[in-house]
């Protein structure tokens, strides 16, 4: 059973009282954009066997978007943070890079 | 090879069973082989069959991190069946479904299909629509199914309750052809016969990286040291990404897992597949009268092996409601696979940006049934660069947007 702290409420939050919302940082792309791009938009994903990046809802909860970071082949979380960002917070990166070093997330590191 | 037989049966019970041989090689690897297949569970093992069988190319290895058939093919539910709605879908999963009906006597290894029919129930007006229109699509498709009312579902699973307080059965798509299969012994039995024409399966061998020249994959790098091929097939289902990110590109999958369990074993009760789908359950009896239940994947990437509590909490509280009488049965395994999800969730079967490498992958939470169709479509693709039953899962479909849209998972909505 995964728990997750929502960074919003406080609440430590087991994943029945939360909604996966998939990969986090997606770059968005408009119109103008070449199918590539779009491809990579709505379908190419990370899928990383170790540190990942997801998004997370708190729906039987505050209701907030949060981001967290885990380790897809542990279920270890590194910790939670604002949506309200386009990269992990060095705190957070600091925290992977002691237990994962050397490790590397899209242009992440 | 000596074949399997009711006189070896005899002969070896007259000689302390001393004459048996070992089902397959485990040889060293060589140098350099035509056809590396990456994954020796059911489809890749069933490409390397096909790869001899059909197009007479043995000098083949298949690699095999673990053991075996030690994936997904031995964690599955072992359901067999083909009633999709979308053409290209229906097409592989019955070419499968057929070369099942067939597969103990062609590879002389009894992998215990047993077309016992699979029933998925309707308990919503939406449900009804939705399997008469399936049943309608696979009438033009060649594959035997009918939408059935409740009455003949209670006559075919007595222990079924159809009135149900929150979704009482309105009714059933039923293919009676469909069923289940021993999920080991289709591994088994294809190792064997790949064994038999010469190629060989060498299992605790990891492949670590893939080789380049070009755009052009010239081998693979393993723990066991490095082996030229000229053709590469992965089919390595939840971690087929690592592979892709070897060879230097993306793949629009995510892998989670999907897990099921079993009760403890009980006296035959329950001779159909049932699936239910509003609720989320499936359920079949095995030979060995346990009860083989499915649950549900969960919602985030995962790569342990073994899935959150809650969803068998879920998928036996349906059960339970929908099967009152298993409502006292104790749980005695439970265990987890990794399972690869595409965007429209059906497989991927297609070439790659480099020349000579061909991923089968995408099968997400249903790729048993379709094993031997699978190693059909994809030992032909590898062989011709072309295969009729593949050409429409290739994996640039979701840049052209192309989509086979199907609820191919447990066959359940999305």
Known sequence: MLILHCPYCGVDADETELHAGGEAHVKRYGPGSSDAEFESYLFVRENPKGVHFERWRHANGCGKWFHAARCTSTLEVFGTYSAQTTEPPQEIKDKISAKRPGWSWREFA | ?414
């Open chain 2, 1 to 414: 090879m000596k074949r399997y037989s009711a006189f070896a049966i005899a002969r070896e019970g007259l000689r302390q069973h001393t004459g048996w041989e070992r089902a397959w090689a485990s040889p060293e690897p060589k140098s350099s082989y035509d056809v590396i297949i990456v994954g020796a569970g059911g489809h890749g093992l069933a490409t390397a069959y096909y790869l001899g069988k059909n197009f007479g190319i043995t000098n083949v290895a298949i690699l095999e991190k673990g053991w075996l058939g030690g994936g997904n093919t031995g964690r599955n539910t072992t359901i067999i069946r083909s009633n999709y709605l979308q053409d290209s879908s229906a097409a592989i999963y019955e070419k499968a479904r057929s070369l099942y009906e067939t597969m103990s006597q062609d590879l002389n290894y009894n992998v215990m299909f047993s077309p016992r029919g699979v029933m998925m129930l309707a308990q919503t007006q939406h449900e009804i629509r939705g399997y008469q229109r399936t049943a309608h699509a696979n009438a033009l498709q060649g594959v035997s199914t009918e939408f059935i009312g409740p009455e003949q579902v209670k006559k075919l699973v007595p222990i079924i309750n159809i009135d149900g307080p929150r979704y009482p059965v309105l009714g059933a798509l039923w293919q009676p052809r469909g069923g289940t299969a021993r999920h080991d012994a289709v591994a088994w039995g294809y190792a064997r016969a790949c064994s038999d024409m010469g190629m060989h399966v060498i299992q605790k061998c990891e492949v670590t990286g893939i080789r380049r020249e070009g755009d052009k994959v010239v081998g693979v790098d393993t723990n066991r040291g490095a082996i030229d091929c000229n053709k590469l097939g992965v089919v390595v289902a939840g971690h087929s990404g690592q592979l892709a990110d070897m060879a230097g590109f993306r793949l629009p999958l995510e892998s989670v897992a999907l897990q099921a369990l079993v009760s403890e074993p009980i006296k035959p009760c329950m001779d159909v597949v049932v699936m239910a789908n509003t609720v989320h359950g499936y359920m079949s009896q095995s030979d060995k009268g346990e009860m083989v239940i499915g649950g549900g994947t969960d919602s985030f990437n995962n790569f342990t092996q073994r899935g959150s509590f809650h969803h068998i909490e879920e998928t036996v509280r349906a059960l339970v409601e929908t099967f009152p009488m298993i409502s006292r049965l104790k749980m005695l395994r439970q265990w987890g696979g990794i399972v690869d999800v595409t965007g429209d969730r059906s497989p991927i079967l297609s070439k790659t940006p480099v020349d000579g490498m061909f991923v089968n992958c995408g099968w997400g939470t249903g790729g048993f049934k379709a094993i031997p169709g699978s190693g059909w479509g994809f030992a032909e693709l590898i062989a011709k660069g072309d295969s009729p039953l593949c050409d429409e899962f290739s994996m640039f479909r979701f840049r052209e947007g192309k989509f086979i849209d199907e609820s191919v998972a447990a066959g359940v909505a999305h």
